[in-house]
């Protein structure tokens, strides 16, 4: 028989403690499973899916796509702003105007827009506003008005 000296491990305990150790790590892989299910369940439960969002353009690309006739700009200035000079077809709804709502109700979701203003700000309001609202295919023009008469293209 061997003396066992003190500090050393034998054959079983190195087998107990790999043992040990395995049943230890198994059962953290599998806690850490069931926490990352709940917490992923509870995040999609507790949480809406990302809102829509608009897309961009620039004035050239807005030109264009009013250009295939598909789309309908909407000018979202002051009907003041309106009067200097805008584009024509556009249709006017104010954004800060009390009849806003009711402007952006009356038009068919389902139809594609584009958006424009003095800058770019409240094109981009009034573009998430609608998105926000069922509308799916609407474009801000970037730089607005400004960029558009910049840019010498036409209006009215």
């Known amino acids: 028989m061997t003396q066992r000296t003190e500090g050393a491990?034998?054959?079983?305990?190195?087998?107990?403690?790999?043992?040990?150790?395995?049943?230890?790590?198994?059962?953290?892989?599998?806690?850490?499973?069931?926490?990352?299910?709940?917490?992923q369940t509870a995040a999609t439960e507790g949480q809406t899916a990302p809102s829509p969002s608009f897309s961009n353009a620039s004035v050239s690309q807005a030109q264009a796509l009013?250009?295939?006739?598909?789309?309908?700009?909407?000018?979202?200035?002051?009907?003041?702003?309106?009067?200097?000079?805008?584009?024509?077809?556009?249709?006017?709804?104010?954004?800060?105007?009390?009849?806003?709502e009711a402007g952006m109700a009356a038009l068919d979701q389902s139809k594609s827009?584009?958006?424009?203003?003095?800058?770019?700000g409240r094109s981009a309001r009034a573009s998430q506003y609608m998105v926000d609202h069922g509308f799916t295919q609407v474009t801000n023009v970037e730089g607005g008005m400004n960029a558009w008469l910049s840019a010498g293209l036409p209006s009215e």
């Open 66 to 100: 009013l250009a295939t006739g598909t789309y309908t700009l909407i000018d979202v200035r002051t009907p003041g702003e309106f009067a200097e000079a805008h584009v024509a077809g556009a249709t006017l709804i104010d954004i800060n105007g009390s009849d806003f």
């Open 113 to 120: 827009y584009v958006v424009i203003c003095r800058s770019g």
């Open 9 to 39: 491990l034998t054959f079983c305990d190195i087998a107990s403690m790999k043992w040990t150790y395995s049943l230890l790590l198994a059962g953290a892989l599998i806690f850490g499973s069931c926490q990352a299910q709940s917490g």
